[in-house]
């Protein structure tokens, strides 16, 4: 099974950065990965902002992918749960799996039922860089999970 991250706007703190890029290299060992940052919407009306950065999530996805939309009123779940998530999703024949994460204004009523399912990193409120790290880390740890491997301990 591929991933497919995709989120709006570039990771512009070099530290974030840094980090999503050690572990989309970790995540390589275990299923190849594709990125998309998708071009954020200039500023301007947060609603025609949504439906504008909502298609291009749309477009980015493809057909036959299974979409798990990053959502603050999705399934919050344990690392163990997110390693089983995933490895449903490889078991059942999902090519790939994208893993999505919206603008500062949120995402249309598009994406949202585009998803299959929708996922809560924290109830707390994490920026949109912060957010891209903890999602890929917390996918590296499900294949660790998986694969029996140390670095859950």
């Excluded at 997110?82 to 024949?93: N, W």
């Amino acid at each position: 099974m591929r991933l497919h991250f995709v989120w709006i706007g570039k990771t512009r703190d070099r530290h974030c950065a840094g980090l999503v890029a050690d572990y989309l290299g970790r995540i390589e060992r275990f299923a190849p990965c594709d990125v998309s940052e998708l071009r954020a919407q200039a500023s301007g009306d947060e609603r025609r902002m949504v439906v504008t950065e909502g298609l291009r999530l749309i477009e980015a996805v493809e057909g036959d992918d299974f979409v798990a939309l990053l959502d603050e009123g999705g399934r919050e779940m344990t690392s163990r749960e997110l390693a089983a998530f995933v490895d449903e999703r490889r078991l059942s024949g999902v090519k790939r799996l994208g893993l999505v994460i919206g603008g500062f204004a949120g995402v249309s009523e598009e994406v949202k039922k585009r998803a299959q399912a929708k996922l809560c990193l924290s109830r707390l409120t994490l920026t949109h860089e912060l957010a891209r790290v903890v999602l890929v880390e917390q996918i590296y740890r499900a294949f660790t999970l998986l694969g029996g491997l140390p670095y859950h301990r």
